[in-house]
């Protein structure tokens, strides 16, 4: 199955999630929540994550928190200053927590995520003042195709549950 869409970014940011993006289509292909993140630092990509929830059997591994881990790896420091994270959907407080901690200086996301969205979906983290570190958001950056590939996970998610309690075999997005 080949990434689904054909984007041509007019910015950095819209440049970043493009490559978000194909990580979130890695989760989607493996039948995991279709979230993906990148890890910028000095313009250049440090670290890449997509939701693994099920592979890895921990409710904790998703793409934010494992690009960050990434990212220290690759600085070999926890410490993420001047690194701006772009993920595709509205971080969760659990993953706001951590940039806060990894002192990241930017987040970027695409689709809001009303249930657990941690930038003013269902709470929001990043406009209280932190004791220790701000960071800078930016949200909405592609958010279209990042809801789209979450809209159409759900959608075959629902119809194989269906089609499993019928008996009928299905495909999905990019399936051929």
Known sequence: MRFPFHIDPQSEDERFMVEALKEAWKAYREKEVPIGAVLVHEGEII??????VELLRDATAHAEMLCLTAGSTALDNWRLNG?????????????AGAMFLSRISCLVWGAPDLRHGANGSWTNLFDLDHPIHKVAVRGGVLGDYAAQLMREFFQQRRKESEDDRNGNDVGGMGSD
């Open 83 to 95: 690194c701006t994270l772009y993920c595709t959907v509205e971080p969760c407080s659990m993953c």
């Open 47 to 52: 670290a890449r994550g997509y939701n693994q």
